[in-house]
């Protein structure tokens, strides 16, 4: 039973890889026994990511998400490198944490193409590639599905994610190519940490999850190891909202 949760032999993709919950996926698919290519724009974050993950089965390539030719590149390293593609874990993502009402158009495009649009061309491009069996997880947020406060771009985009996986689940499935995505709330990241050191907005954070504590890294990595293995083999098109149970509670 347990060897269903091996994903040895496989070859992975990860954007975002080179901090926070990316780098915690690499390394768990590492862990795993994939074979993993690590894709962020920042080649000093990539080094260090290969370095801590040290079992010699993994490349990267800096890549700008957002362009289609850094994608198809990304892909195109991934198989002379491997010679395969099995996995893709589309993490890659940011935040402008401005009002709706300050909100900018620039400030749109810029969270809509980083984090809904690279999903949909890094999605395109690979599953290209990727034979029966493939899966691939995308990152959304429990503000994806939940009203938050604040950061109505930042829930467009999410919440964009969530209805692509539904539909490349929905056309990929008769490829045998899974399809789904990890909701989380907070975790402990560098993308975070500013707002959680902040002791009243910790408090409303903990006030509307019922674990009452933020996430650790390992337990959002955990979930996508499962998706990506064949212990998992007949789930597609789901959200698995990662949150101590704060999608059960809402955030008012």
């Known amino acids: 039973m347990l060897k269903s949760f091996s994903l040895d032999g496989k070859t992975a993709i990860v954007t975002g ?7 915690a996926i690499a390394m768990a698919l590492a862990e ?15 080094q260090q990511t290969q ?17 289609r030719s850094d994608i198809q590149a990304a892909v195109e390293k991934t198989m002379d490198q491997f010679g395969a593609i099995d996995i893709l874990v589309n993490n890659a993502g940011m935040n402008i944490r401005s009002s709706l009402t300050d909100a900018t158009d620039g400030e749109w495009h810029q969270i809509m193409d980083t984090n809904a649009q690279s999903v949909f061309m890094f ?24 009203a938050l406060k604040t950061g109505v771009i930042y829930a467009a985009s999410k919440a964009a994610i969530i209805q692509m996986t539904k539909v490349m689940a929905m056309e990929w499935g008769p490829k045998n190519i899974r399809v789904n995505a990890i ?37 959002v990595a955990s979930p996508v190891v ?7 083999s007949y789930i597609t ?4 909202f990662v949150d101590g149970g704060m999608s059960i509670h809402g955030f008012s």
């Open 237 to 240: 098109g789901q959200t698995l």
């Open 51 to 67: 370095q801590e993950i040290g079992n010699g089965r993994t490349a990267y390539i800096r890549t700008d998400i957002t362009k």
């Open 32 to 46: 795993a026994g994939a074979n993993v290519m690590l894709v962020a724009r920042t080649e000093s974050d990539l």
């Open 123 to 146: 999605s395109q491009e690979a599953v290209k590639k990727m034979e029966s069996g493939s899966s691939i997880i995308n990152i959304s947020s429990v503000g994806g599905d939940r």
């Open 17 to 23: 890889a080179g901090k926070g919950i990316g780098k």
């Open 183 to 219: 909701g989380p709330w907070y975790f402990k990241t560098p993308l975070t940490e500013k707002i959680l050191n902040d002791p009243e907005y910790l408090d409303s954070i903990l006030a509307v999850t019922p674990m009452k504590r933020v996430g650790e890294l390992p337990e």
């Open 226 to 232: 499962f998706l990506a293995s064949d212990a998992a």
